[in-house]
């Protein structure tokens, strides 16, 4: 699945229980069409104590129980970039900026969109 946003992209929720919520991306999953975005979507996971590995982990230290809160994956689609520039959420054009490079840029505002890591 191709997707627009990237990771460190602004990001507003649409739909769900955390809704109208923005975040920073913190990764994306393109095959499984989903992304986790920073203090959106924060679920708790109970675990278990667990007591000290064989040998095999050379020392490792036993896992405490209790109650771990982290962010869960978020739908794609519910996502929606927001400008930098406008501070509003937009879509996303392809397009070429004042250097001939292809980017992506604002819908409403014009101005292209912050690259990704690999192209820089």
């Given at each position: 699945?191709?997707?627009?946003?990237?990771?460190?992209?602004?990001?507003?929720?649409?739909?769900?229980?955390?809704?109208?919520?923005?975040?920073?991306?913190?990764?994306?999953?393109?095959?499984?069409?989903?992304?986790?975005?920073?203090?959106?979507?924060?679920?708790?996971?109970?675990?278990?104590?667990?007591?000290?590995?064989?040998?095999?982990?050379?020392?490792?230290?036993?896992?405490?129980?209790?109650?771990?809160?982290?962010?869960?994956?978020?739908?794609?689609?519910?996502?929606?970039?927001?400008?930098?520039?406008?501070?509003?959420?937009?879509?996303?054009q392809r397009g070429e900026t004042k250097e001939h490079r292809r980017a992506r840029i604002?819908?409403?505002?014009?101005?292209?969109?912050?690259?990704?890591?690999?192209?820089?």
């Amino acid at each position: 699945m191709k997707t627009w946003i990237l990771k460190g992209d602004t990001v507003m929720v649409l739909r769900g229980k955390e809704k109208g919520k923005r975040g920073i991306v913190k990764a994306v999953f393109p095959a499984r069409g989903t992304a986790m975005v920073e203090g959106v979507n924060v679920v708790k996971r109970h675990s278990k104590p667990q007591p000290q590995q064989q040998q095999s982990n050379m020392g490792a230290a036993p896992r405490t129980g209790g109650i771990i809160e982290k962010e869960a994956p978020l739908p794609l689609e519910a996502l929606q970039y927001v400008c930098e520039a406008c501070k509003s959420p937009t879509r996303l054009q392809r397009g070429e900026t004042k250097e001939h490079r292809r980017a992506r840029i604002c819908a409403r505002c014009g101005e292209p969109a912050r690259e990704s890591a690999k192209s820089a």
